[in-house]
């Protein structure tokens, strides 16, 4: 039979388990569009900006763990997808994107709308395709698929001309569709030598620590981290975007360390004689001044691409493999063994360093909205972030407790992803309560899809940490820059609350702490989106602090006398 390029896009999506798409229709990519109520397995969610899209897709990603779809037009509709592509490749993140393009005859004329979307994405992307044959459509994203879902996940992106998703092609449903990647071979099964000596370290180490990260996550290692964990006795800390890999509330669990993280998580890893970093990448963010971080410790990485070990941290026994297998693996030779010492000196240096502390006082705290958000949902909901103040917060404050429940933008740091990334993670987790923490500065970048989430009747709780700066900054500001605010206070910011109301979301103001459960539970018993102007203390700082490229000699804790409130995670 024929059949046209677009409907092959179609059928090639839905063979690869594909059910939501997030899009934007435009004159390039129309005629696939046109396509779509021929196949009403795809449901399709218009978008209000193209970047909505992408972010949507990665946060239905990161909540389900297979890939997300997102579709755009040519020249301004594709570009508007980069900083959601750049996101997912930074996080790695498994997308497939397919845009639209101008007509073969007019590609490299400068053609209306014409831009060089494979050229502009090489960088942001594990690969791109620009289809030249619709009959190579079927093989093309089934790779994509492949490529983006294996190995390391990462965002491919499929470049289709107009005049290719309309002609016809013969198209036989029945015969095997074989993909040609003769370089791609990723490594899944770890060097048996190398985790031999791995077995060894972790035998003999009196202070080993755990570093697990998002790819724990991505290659599905949960159960045998838990094992390796809890055989050997080994305390278990957690990258920003590894939180969720390994349960807060396990008696293991240390927390988050860095730049915001836990002031004890971080003075462990100085204290420990062993690091196992599992599927991290030994950012900035971690290891600050990287001359001087952990030098008391070997260590030992595994990571399933080669190229991020001792790329940062030079590195004593480096694994390449998926983290499944190696852990497996791993497993069957460390031997189960008891570090009561160890693990009472961590739990000294957090009575020491308490920085899950609250302060008493009547201003309405970020941190106390988030212990309040916790306490409300049992840490039973996945929470969206965008990123800054209260990215870290939320990172901070609430215990998760549940696979997947943390979803943020690590490595791109991209503000805006706050309301897309929540609608994604609710699309594919129709099932759980979805909070989106924004910042009032971030929110307002994408805002657009509060009207998707209504014609859609997605569901997402808003709790906006509404300070009226661009907090992150304004605390830098503060602290290196001798309060020169410069760019940072908005002083237009809109009625949130009447905003919301006119997209036909719930809002709530909330002034007083004593009316924020409330409000949670308010959001929580509405039957659609609902928003809650949380209006904060406007110069509240996030603390511990390690400023960026230094050590934890130079950590800052909370200048205020803290009171007792229970400790994130901590067993009394």
């Not at 026994?317 to 069957?332: A, C, H, M, Q």
Request: hydrophobic letters at 40%.
């Amino acid at each position: 039979m024929n059949k046209t390029g677009g409907q092959l896009v179609c059928e090639s999506l839905i063979r690869e388990g594909v059910d939501v798409i997030f899009g934007l229709p435009g004159g390039a990519i129309l005629p696939l569009y046109q396509t779509l109520p021929q196949y009403p397995e795809l449901r399709h969610i218009l978008v209000r900006h193209e970047q909505g899209a992408a972010h949507a897709a990665d946060g239905y990603a990161r909540a389900t763990g297979r890939p997300g779809v997102a579709w755009a037009t040519s020249g301004p509709g594709a570009t508007n997808l980069v900083t959601g592509i750049a996101t997912a490749a930074m996080d790695s993140v498994p997308m497939v994107i397919v845009t639209g393009q101008v007509g073969r005859p007019a590609i490299g004329s400068d053609a209306f709308q014409e831009t060089d979307i494979t050229g502009i994405t090489l960088p942001i992307t594990k690969h791109n395709y620009l289809v030249m044959e619709p009959s190579e459509i079927p093989r093309v994203i089934k790779e994509a698929f492949h490529i983006a879902s294996t190995g390391r996940p990462g965002p491919v992106l499929v470049d289709v001309p107009k005049d290719v998703i309309q002609e016809e092609t013969y198209y036989d449903p029945d015969a095997e569709i074989v993909m040609d990647l003769p370089g791609y071979r990723p490594t899944l099964r770890g060097n048996g030598a190398q985790i031999n000596k791995a077995a060894k370290l972790i035998n003999e180490a009196e202070r080993p620590l755990i570093l697990a990260g998002h790819g724990l996550l991505l290659s599905d290692a949960l159960d045998e981290v838990r094992e390796l964990a809890e055989a050997a006795q080994i305390p278990v800390i957690t990258t920003l975007l590894g939180i969720s890999s390994f349960p807060d509330d396990h008696v293991l669990c240390v927390g988050m360390p860095g730049m915001h993280g836990m002031a004890y998580a971080s003075l462990a890893i100085e204290e420990a004689d062993l690091l196992v970093a599992l599927g991290m990448r030994f950012d900035d963010r971690i290891t600050g001044d990287t001359s001087a971080f952990a030098t008391r410790s070997k260590k030992i990485h595994v990571d399933i691409d080669p190229s991020e070990i001792g790329k940062n941290i030079k590195v004593d026994v480096p694994i390449v493999g998926d983290l499944k297998r190696v852990l497996e693996s791993l497993n069957k030779k460390v031997l189960p063994g008891s570090r009561m010492d160890w693990v009472r000196q961590i739990e000294q240096l957090r009575v020491e360093h308490p920085s899950h502390l609250i302060r008493d006082t009547d201003k309405l705290l970020p941190q106390f909205i988030m212990r309040e958000l916790n306490d409300a949902t049992d840490g039973d909901a996945i929470i969206v972030t965008g990123v800054g103040q209260h990215q870290m917060w939320a990172a901070q404050h609430y215990t998760y407790k549940h696979p997947r429940s943390l979803i943020s933008s690590g490595g791109a740091g991209s503000m805006g992803y706050e309301v897309p990334g929540a609608m994604g993670a609710q699309v594919g987790a129709p099932g759980k309560v979805v909070w989106s923490v924004a910042g009032d500065g971030g929110f307002q970048m994408t805002m657009c899809e509060l009207a998707t989430l209504v014609e859609n009747k997605i569901p997402v709780k808003f709790a906006l940490m509404n300070n009226r700066y661009l907090g992150m900054v304004r605390q830098w500001q503060e602290l290196f820059y001798e309060r020169d605010y410069v760019a940072t206070y908005y002083t237009g910011n809109p009625d949130f609350v009447r905003l919301a109301e006119a997209f036909g979301v719930l809002g709530i103001r909330v002034t007083e702490k004593s009316q924020v459960r409330s409000a949670i539970e308010r959001a929580m018993e509405w039957d659609g989106p609902a928003l809650i102007d949380f209006m904060v203390e406007e110069e509240e700082n996030v603390y511990p602090m390690i400023p960026s490229g230094m050590t934890i000699n130079e950590l800052m804790e909370e200048p205020r006398p803290p009171v007792s409130r229970k400790l994130k995670g901590a067993r009394r």
